[in-house]
């Protein structure tokens, strides 16, 4: 209620356009469904296992394998609509459009709101106008029915609550219920998006640690020695020898390196003020505590190798890391140094200051880490219980796929670029903000000639708008100081960096563009500050204010334009006739498989939602169970889903005979129908080979 009390013109504005628009998209023809909204067969995944279990099947896609494949937050809420797929399959589906288009109106307020309190209200209208009605963020965020839209609404609000809290502590004590309700929007926030754990840790960081340098440096400089140690293996193996034979150890031995280096250096001084002592000193602080992390890392992993239990990682790496890491962790200390205030030099040493502190250092972080660790453990606990996992199958096996040089599914990284999240297709983690990178590369074509060189000139763009990002950053600190704390960039910037790593260092195949959301909200936030610093000359100029806000309220119109004319002709009304099925492909597969069939398919999230009397059961292992999963990596697969009743297979031939099936079906398929680049297959008992 007082959401609504304080809402202001543009802000209703908003909501009205939005809530009318998606109205009429959710009263459209039923055949618009998986055809032109709903079009992701993973959404589908949710659909089905929400309606299976309100049915009394289970947590299960087909109602015979129990799976944990989805984040649970977004399951919760799909469990009363898709309640009612048992009257009607599309009313659910009409109900989760405008349940969506509520988020998507929310969440642009919440933008609007963030960005007005901390910028101003101009900029405010361009953020809450591009996040309401830019057509990428209508398409990945809110069209694929999957958990971006409430993984949004998480981090806002969290956002939210942290920069209120963020003016409390200067003023009050900060109690225990603080940091307990802060941990408890955490724990949705991880819970909309179980990659998002990374962002929920660095903020116990931001704050635990708060009123000291510590709080701006740990988290970047985890960020740095994750991007430096598992960088620098990859760089000694070859990328795609570390993704199929390194990426497991890797990562082991870089969290180890991350808890020995972040302690070595506090230790060490590398987080007391910078401008406690001369920078030589800081820099050699920061020069001792690496090397001495460094140090207790190597001796780990030689230890663990005299035991016969060592981790498969290229030594050579070792000092690869350290050189890269020392480089980028001294070029931080510089920077904070440029951004720090001026003080006296001196100061308590790093030891005296946590026999001061460590009380209230632990006190404050079991009471955020306590309730968030423990949320995190009881879901785990569940899952091993349930489903014989404590994490979503769905992760395991498309880190299983990434580790495969030639699968038929979207392979792991396999160039620099990918590495680091900064790829021109998969691995964009940075759309749309890269779109000005593609749109400024081509008016480099007179420097950078050629058509094999457009790689050069998209990352020639970039370089540059990077430049002036910092060059405009570091002409404003002040500005960039007070903006960046209370926007949270730091912990934004951090936690996006690490999750980006946690897929394209891990060997992880299969990366989609939704799984960018705390990436989205920070283009948001960042591109309102570099549009703030822009226009904040042209305020002292007569009459500025309202024509800006009349500039901005006019690209408020065209965008709303552009999601007025991608819905209206896409979800028609009268078009299909009302008892048409919503997928051709369900014709085909109900008149040449009897009722009661179970039917395996790659993927069928769609299928299985609308199809009648019949069950589809997903073989990639994306939505089946943790035993399916170790079945179909030691090639038993088609025996085990036999013994589970499944006699028809619709799928494409050449795509069961390559990774991850490797053809283990194959002696077992008899083909008899075909339908649109797939084929029906009979899966017999017995090999014929």
Same mark, same amino acid.
């Given at each position: 209620m007082k959401f609504i009390k304080r809402l202001s013109l543009f802000e209703a504005a908003i909501i009205i356009f939005t809530l009318i628009i998606h109205l009429y998209a959710a009263l459209s023809d039923a055949y618009n469904f998986p055809n032109a909204w709903f079009t992701r067969d993973d959404a589908y995944y949710y659909f089905k296992v929400a309606r299976n279990i309100t049915e009394g099947l289970g947590s299960s896609f087909d109602g015979i394998n129990l799976t944990n494949g989805y984040h649970p937050l977004w399951m919760l809420i799909c469990l009363p609509i898709f309640a009612l797929a048992r009257f009607d399959v599309i009313l659910p589906l009409r109900i989760l459009l405008m349940l969506?288009?509520?988020?998507?109106?929310?969440?642009?307020?919440?933008?609007?709101?963030?960005?007005?309190?901390?910028?101003?209200?101009?900029?405010?209208?361009?953020?809450?106008?591009?996040?309401?009605?830019?057509?990428?963020?209508?398409?990945?965020?809110?069209?694929?029915?999957?958990?971006?839209?409430?993984? &949004?609404?998480?981090?806002?609000?969290?956002?939210?609550?942290?920069?209120?809290?963020?003016?409390?502590?200067?003023?009050?004590?900060?109690?225990?219920?603080?940091?307990?309700?802060?941990?408890?929007?955490?724990?949705?926030?991880?819970?909309?998006?179980?990659?998002?754990?990374?962002?929920?840790?660095?903020?116990?960081?931001?704050?635990?640690?708060?009123?000291?340098?510590?709080?701006?440096?740990?988290?970047?400089?985890?960020?740095?020695?994750?991007?430096?140690?598992?960088?620098?293996?990859?760089?000694?193996?070859?990328?795609?020898?570390?993704?199929?034979?390194?990426?497991?150890?890797?990562?082991?031995?870089?969290?180890?390196? &991350?808890?020995?280096?972040?302690?070595?250096?506090?230790?060490?001084?590398?987080?007391?003020?910078?401008?406690?002592?001369?920078?030589?000193?800081?820099?050699?602080?920061?020069?001792?505590?690496?090397?001495?992390?460094?140090?207790?890392?190597?001796?780990?992993?030689?230890?663990?190798?005299?035991?016969?239990?060592?981790?498969?990682?290229?030594?050579?790496?070792?000092?690869?890391?350290?050189?890269?890491?020392?480089?980028?962790?001294?070029a931080l200390r510089l920077a904070a140094y440029f951004f720090s205030t001026p003080r006296p030099l001196g100061g308590e040493s790093a030891l005296s200051e946590f026999k001061t502190n460590w009380k209230t250092w632990l006190t404050e972080g079991a009471a955020y880490y306590g309730v968030l660790g423990g949320f995190l453990a009881a879901y785990m606990l569940f899952n091993k219980l349930m489903f014989g996992t404590s994490s979503p199958v769905s992760g395991q096996i498309k880190r299983w796929w990434g580790t495969m040089p030639y699968t038929i599914y979207e392979e792991?990284?396999?160039?620099?670029?990918?590495?680091?999240?900064?790829?021109?297709?998969?691995?964009?983690?940075?759309?749309?903000?890269?779109?000005?990178?593609?749109?400024?590369?081509?008016?480099?074509?007179?420097?950078?000639?050629?058509?094999?060189?457009?790689?050069?000139?998209?990352?020639?763009?970039?370089?540059?708008?990077?430049?002036?990002?910092?060059?405009?950053?570091?002409?404003?600190?002040?500005?960039?100081?007070?903006?960046?704390?209370?926007?949270?960039?730091?912990?934004?910037?951090?936690?996006?960096?690490?999750?980006?790593?946690?897929?394209?260092?891990?060997?992880?195949?299969?990366?989609?563009?939704?799984?960018?959301?705390s990436e989205l909200i920070l283009i948001t936030l960042a591109g309102s500050f570099f549009m703030d610093l822009l226009l904040r000359p042209l305020r002292g100029i007569k009459f500025s204010r309202p024509a800006l806000q009349a500039v901005a309220f006019a690209l408020c119109l065209a965008l709303a334009y552009n999601i007025y004319d991608s819905i209206i002709p896409a979800m028609t009304h009268g078009y299909y006739e009302p008892d048409r099925r919503p997928m051709d492909v369900l014709y085909f597969l109900e008149a040449n498989t009897p009722p009661g069939a179970i039917i395996g398919m790659t993927g069928g999230g769609n299928v299985g939602y609308f199809i009648n009397e019949r069950t589809i059961i997903n073989m990639d292992g994306l939505i089946n169970s943790s035993e399916y999963f170790h079945t179909m990596q030691a090639g038993d697969a088609p025996v085990y889903l036999g013994e589970r009743g499944m006699t028809v297979i619709f799928a494409n031939?050449?795509?069961?005979?390559?990774?991850?099936?490797?053809?283990?079906?194959?002696?077992?398929?008899?083909?008899?129908?075909?339908?649109?680049?797939?084929?029906?297959?009979?899966?017999?008992?017995e090999p014929k080979y």
């Open positions: 969506i288009a509520v988020f998507q109106a929310v969440n642009a307020i919440l933008v609007y709101r963030l960005v007005k309190a901390h910028l101003s209200e101009t900029v405010a209208i361009l953020a809450a106008s591009f996040w309401a009605f830019n057509l990428y963020i209508q398409s990945t965020v809110y069209k694929n029915g999957l958990e971006t839209p409430v993984a &949004v609404l998480a981090i806002l609000l969290l956002l939210h609550k942290l920069t209120a809290f963020e003016k409390e502590w200067r003023t009050k004590a900060v109690t225990t219920r603080q940091l307990v309700e802060i941990s408890l929007l955490a724990v949705l926030v991880l819970f909309s998006r179980l990659d998002l754990i990374f962002l929920t840790v660095i903020i116990g960081i931001w704050l635990v640690f708060r009123g000291r340098i510590i709080r701006y440096l740990a988290p970047l400089d985890m960020l740095i020695i994750f991007a430096s140690m598992t960088g620098a293996a990859a760089f000694r193996t070859g990328v795609v020898s570390y993704n199929t034979y390194y990426a497991a150890s890797t990562i082991q031995v870089t969290v180890i390196a &991350v808890v020995f280096k972040l302690i070595s250096l506090y230790f060490f001084g590398a987080y007391q003020h910078p401008r406690a002592n001369p920078i030589w000193k800081t820099l050699r602080q920061a020069l001792f505590g690496l090397t001495a992390g460094s140090f207790a890392t190597i001796a780990v992993v030689l230890i663990r190798a005299q035991f016969g239990t060592g981790f498969n990682f290229p030594r050579s790496a070792f000092l690869l890391d350290w050189g890269i890491s020392l480089f980028l962790i001294l792991a990284a396999t160039n620099w670029p990918s590495f680091f999240g900064i790829g021109r297709t998969t691995f964009n983690a940075w759309d749309p903000a890269t779109d000005l990178f593609a749109w400024f590369a081509e008016f480099l074509h007179p420097i950078i000639e050629g058509a094999n060189y457009a790689a050069h000139r998209y990352y020639a763009a970039m370089a540059v708008f990077v430049i002036a990002g910092l060059i405009l950053v570091f002409l404003n600190k002040r500005r960039t100081i007070q903006v960046g704390t209370n926007l949270l960039f730091i912990p934004l910037i951090a936690g996006s960096g690490i999750q980006i790593l946690s897929y394209t260092t891990t060997a992880y195949g299969g990366l989609k563009e939704w799984y960018w959301t031939a050449k795509m069961l005979s390559t990774p991850p099936f490797f053809d283990q079906f194959g002696p077992y398929l008899e083909r008899y129908a075909e339908y649109g680049g797939k084929a029906l297959f009979y899966l017999l008992e």
